[in-house]
C-alpha cells in the first residue's frame, strides 16, 4: 500500500513531459512547443537574473547562518544536559511556529518606522530612518532569521556525538585549544555543517515568501519569478519550464543533502 | 558535553536566540497597542481581538484551515506511518530506494516546486478522471504529500529504536501479526504518532506556497488570508491574528514536549527497572 502511494506521489513531485504540455495552451503542438518554452528562459535574461540572484543570496544567507549557527550549535552542545534541553527547545519552537508570521513580525522590527528604526533615532545614532526594507539586505535577514534553526539543529547533532574523549586528548598532548577545535572539532562535524548548509541553502533559492514581503522590485528571486509567471502571467508551460530548470539546477545540492543524510543514519 | 563556554560563545547563542525571539515578542507587543499607528503606543487595548471575531473572511478561512489540517495530518500520519514500516522492517523489496527517495524528497524540495508539480497533476487527473475539483480536496492530498514525510522520518527512527523481539514474542505467544501490530507495535510508537501528527498540524496550518496553487476559487486558507492582507500593508488586526496562532501553537508545543519528555523518562525508568 505505502509502495501504491509513493508512486501517486512520484507522480506529483515530477510529472511527466507531457504532462506539462496537458496543459499547454495549444494541445496540438508537442515537443516543439516544449522547447519553445526552455529556449524562451535562455532568450529572456529575467530568468537568468532571477537565477544568479537567487543561488547568490541563498549562498551568502547560508554562510552567515553557518557563521552564527556553529557556535550556538557549540555552545549549546557543551551545556549542561538539563540546560541543554532548555536551549534546544528554545531553538526548535521557532521552528512549529509560522513562518509566514514570522517574516511579518520581521517586518515590524525592520519597516521605515518599525522598532530597529525608533530605537536608533530615539538614541540619536542615526538622523534618517534607515531604508531596510524592499532591499536585498531585507531579504538577507529574513532568509537568516527563518533558517537558522535549521543550521542550529544539524550541527547540533553531530556535535553532540563527537567523542569528546578525542578532544582531551589532544588537549592532554598540549595542543593550544584553538588547534583542538580546528584539527579536531571542525573536521569532525564537516557532515552537520554539510546537513545543515544545505538544509538552509535548498529552499532558500527557491523561497517566495520572504522576497515577496520584505523584498523589493530588485530582489527578483525565482519562486517570486515563478509566482509572477504562474498566477500573473498565467504563463503555465514557461512557468512550468522555471520550475523544471530550476530543479535542475538544485539536484546537486539535494543528492549532497541525501548522501549525508543516509551515511549519518547509518552511523 | 561538559566544560564551561566561552563568554563570547555563550554571547553568541544569546545574540542567536535574541534574533530568534525578538520579533515575535514585539509582534505581540504591538497587537495590544490601542493606536492603528504602527509606530505610536496608544496604550494597552485588546481592540484588535474584539474586530478579529466580526472578521468572516478571516473566520471561514481559520475554519477551513483547521479542517484542512485535521485530515491532512490524520490521513499523512496514516500513510507516513505505512511508509516508515514498509522501510525499516523490509530490507531488501523492489523500488525501496526509490521509496526513501521519494518519502526524503519533500523534506528538501522547494515547497513552490512542490505546489506547481501537484497542481499539474491535479489538472491533468481531472482532464482524465473528472476528479479531483480544486479545492478542499486537492488541499488535503497536497499537504497529506508533503506531511507524510516528516512522518515517516519521525516514526522511522522511533522504529530502529524499537526491540523488535517484544513484536516477535507476541507472535510466538500465538498473536496473529496484526495483533502483534495493534497490542505491542503500537503502544511503542505512539509518542513518535503523536508529535509528528502535531507537526503535520502545524505544518499544515502554516502552509501559504502549496494551498496556493493547488486551491481552488473561494478555497482560502488563512495563510492565504493573512497573506493578501499583508501584502496590502501592515494592518493591527493582522498583529492580534498573528499573536493568537503563535500563542495557540506555542502552547500545543510546549505541552506536547513536556508529554513528550514526560513518556521518555518513564520509558526509560520502566527499561531501568526491567534490566534489574
Redesign the interface.
Known amino acids: 500500500?505505502?509502495?501504491k502511494?509513493?508512486f501517486a506521489?512520484?507522480?506529483?513531485?515530477?510529472?511527466p513531459f507531457t504532462?506539462?504540455l496537458?496543459?499547454s495552451p495549444d494541445h496540438r503542438l508537442h515537443l516543439s512547443l516544449s522547447f519553445a518554452n526552455y529556449k524562451y528562459l535562455f532568450t529572456d535574461e529575467v530568468y537568468g537574473v532571477a537565477y544568479l540572484y537567487s543561488l547568490r543570496t541563498a549562498f551568502f544567507s547560508t554562510l552567515i547562518c553557518l557563521a552564527?549557527?556553529y557556535?550556538?550549535a557549540?555552545?549549546?552542545?557543551?551545556?549542561?544536559k538539563s540546560v541543554q534541553?532548555v536551549?534546544l527547545?528554545?531553538?526548535?519552537?521557532?521552528f512549529?511556529?509560522?513562518?509566514?508570521?514570522?517574516v511579518?513580525?520581521?517586518?515590524?522590527?525592520i519597516?521605515d518606522?518599525?522598532?530597529l528604526n525608533?530605537a536608533l533615532l530615539h538614541l540619536g545614532l542615526i538622523r534618517h530612518p534607515l531604508h531596510i526594507m524592499r532591499t536585498s539586505l531585507a531579504v538577507y535577514l529574513g532568509i537568516?532569521?527563518s533558517y537558522?534553526?535549521f543550521m542550529?539543529l544539524p550541527l547540533f547533532a553531530t556535535l553532540?556525538k563527537l567523542d569528546?574523549t578525542l578532544r582531551e586528548a589532544a588537549a592532554d598532548l598540549g595542543s593550544p585549544p584553538w588547534r583542538v577545535f580546528s584539527e579536531i572539532t571542525l573536521p569532525l562535524s564537516v557532515p552537520g555543517i554539510i546537513a545543515g548548509s544545505?538544509?538552509v541553502f535548498?529552499?532558500a533559492?527557491?523561497?517566495?515568501?520572504i522576497p515577496?514581503?520584505l523584498g523589493g522590485p530588485d530582489t527578483l528571486m525565482i519562486?517570486r519569478v515563478?509566482?509572477d509567471e504562474?498566477?500573473g502571467n498565467h504563463d503555465?508551460p514557461v512557468?512550468?519550464a522555471v520550475?523544471i530548470a530550476?530543479?535542475v539546477l538544485?539536484v546537486g545540492p539535494?543528492a549532497i543533502?541525501?548522501y549525508y543524510?543516509a551515511r549519518q543514519l547509518e552511523a | 558535553m561538559e566544560g564551561r563556554n566561552s563568554p563570547l560563545l555563550f554571547a553568541i547563542l544569546l545574540l542567536g536566540i535574541a534574533i530568534l525571539y525578538i520579533p515575535i515578542l514585539v509582534l505581540i507587543a504591538y497587537s495590544f497597542n490601542a493606536s492603528s499607528l504602527v509606530n505610536v503606543w496608544g496604550g494597552f487595548s485588546t481592540a484588535w481581538y474584539g474586530q478579529l471575531l466580526h472578521n468572516r473572511q478571516v473566520l471561514e478561512a481559520a475554519l477551513l484551515s483547521v479542517e484542512v489540517g485535521f485530515v491532512a495530518s490524520t490521513g499523512a500520519v496514516i500513510m507516513g506511518t505505512l511508509a516508515a514500516i514498509a522501510l525499516i522492517r523490509f530490507n531488501a523489496f523492489p523500488g525501496r530506494l526509490l521509496l526513501t527517495g521519494m518519502v526524503n524528497a519533500p523534506l528538501v524540495m522547494p515547497e513552490i516546486i512542490t505546489g506547481i508539480t501537484q497542481l499539474l497533476l491535479f489538472v491533468s487527473m481531472l482532464q482524465l478522471l473528472s476528479w479531483p475539483h480544486r479545492g478542499f480536496t486537492t488541499i488535503v492530498i497536497a499537504h497529506v504529500a508533503f506531511c507524510m514525510a516528516y512522518v515517516a522520518v519521525t516514526v522511522q527512527s522511533r522504529l530502529q529504536s524499537a526491540d523488535r523481539s517484544l513484536e516477535e514474542a507476541a507472535m510466538d505467544l500465538g498473536a496473529s501479526p496484526a495483533r502483534a501490530f495493534i497490542d505491542v507495535t503500537l503502544p511503542i510508537i505512539a509518542p513518535a504518532l503523536l508529535s509528528s501528527w502535531l507537526l503535520s498540524f502545524t505544518l499544515s496550518l502554516d502552509d501559504l506556497v502549496i494551498s496556493s496553487f493547488v486551491s481552488g476559487p473561494g478555497a482560502g486558507t488563512l495563510p492565504m488570508v493573512i497573506y493578501s492582507k499583508v501584502k496590502l500593508g501592515v494592518s493591527p488586526d493582522i498583529n492580534a491574528l498573528a499573536s493568537l496562532i503563535i500563542c495557540a501553537v506555542g502552547v500545543c508545543v510546549i505541552v506536547a514536549g513536556v508529554v513528550m519528555r514526560r513518556t521518555e523518562r518513564r520509558r526509560m525508568l520502566e527499561v531501568q527497572a526491567a534490566g534489574r
Open positions: 500500500m505505502a509502495l502511494i509513493s506521489e512520484t507522480a506529483a513531485r515530477v510529472p504532462e506539462i496537458h496543459v552564527l549557527g557556535p550556538m557549540y555552545a549549546i552542545s557543551r551545556a549542561s534541553s536551549l527547545f528554545v531553538i526548535i519552537l521557532p512549529w511556529t509560522s513562518f509566514l508570521l514570522r511579518y513580525a520581521l517586518e515590524g522590527i519597516r518606522n518599525g522598532l525608533t537568516i532569521y537558522l534553526p542550529v553532540e569528546h544545505m538544509l535548498i529552499p533559492v527557491g523561497e517566495f515568501v515577496s514581503l519562486g515563478l509566482w504562474f498566477f503555465w512557468a512550468s520550475a530550476f530543479l538544485l539535494i543533502y541525501q543524510n
